[in-house]
């Protein structure tokens, strides 16, 4: 069923990629889990598609980012509902369900088990820290790495009942930065150049309200590239104007 709905899909965004980076903007707080399965799935199997995967493993890497919160079913709705930070035991309660998740998978004869795999680490990190256990650098597949940077992707740019949503340059330089070690950089920068191709000539809110066009993007300086204000037109560095970013795209 999943296999028949979601290679349709890949197909299709893969002929317009640009709007697999803006699925976020479908995305509401209220139907969340849904979007966020179809949307770790596109950019997963788009991940996979740059970075020079047969087709039929693209299609595996999006099967297997759809399916990776499935195991969120075995969990109590009261998780999925609040507006406050999660309770110690709440947290341990969502860390078992990549656990559910592959059990409810692992008997499936259409999933690779690299695949199945990767549905049980996507929530791990290089730097060893991540759940539902530590895992080293050399123990997590391509395909964990390429999930695990779908799944965060779609959920730091996407509106949760608890968080507003981020624009996909704020949450790249995040990745990039904040969290430097725990993804894999590779990944990451074919994510993130996927995101500089498609976004020339967008328009952008700045996070001092000012409408602007994205004109330039320098490849060393992708998450903060050039911009021309819509009422004035003037050009901003935001790799010089460090107080400035893109707050979301338009």
């Known amino acids: 069923m999943i296999r028949s709905i979601l290679i349709p899909l890949v197909d299709k965004a893969l002929e317009k990629p640009g709007n697999i980076l803006i699925l976020h903007h479908y995305c509401n707080k209220e139907d969340y889990m849904y979007h966020h399965a179809i949307s770790t799935g596109l950019i997963g199997g788009y991940i996979a598609f740059k970075i020079q995967c047969d087709l039929a493993d693209v299609y595996q890497v ?53 695949v199945k795999l990767a549905i049980l680490e996507h929530h791990g990190r290089l730097d060893g820290t991540g759940y539902p256990q530590t895992i080293k650098t050399k123990s997590m597949h391509v395909f964990s790495k390429i999930i695990a940077v779908a799944d965060v992707f779609h959920a730091m740019t996407s509106e ?6 981020q624009s996909p340059f704020k ?22 150049s996927g995101l500089a191709n498609f976004s020339i000539g967008s328009k952008v809110k700045l996070n001092n309200g000012s409408i602007a066009e994205i004109v330039f993007i320098d490849p060393s300086s992708q998450t903060r590239p050039l911009v021309k204000v819509v009422d004035n037109e003037q050009i901003i560095n935001l790799g010089i104007n460090r107080e400035l970013y893109i707050e979301e795209i338009l």
């Open 62 to 114: 999006a099967i297997g980012g759809c399916l990776a919160d499935c195991g969120m079913a075995k969990l109590s709705p009261r998780i999925f509902n609040k507006t406050t930070s999660l309770t110690v035991e709440e947290n341990k309660e969502i860390h078992n369900h990549p656990i559910f998740s592959y059990k409810m998978i692992k008997d499936s004869s259409i999933i690779k088990d690299s």
């Open 160 to 165: 949760r009942l608890y968080r507003k949503k």
């Open 171 to 192: 949450v790249m330089e995040m990745i990039l930065h904040d969290d430097f070690g725990k993804f894999d950089l590779a990944v990451v920068k074919t994510l993130l």
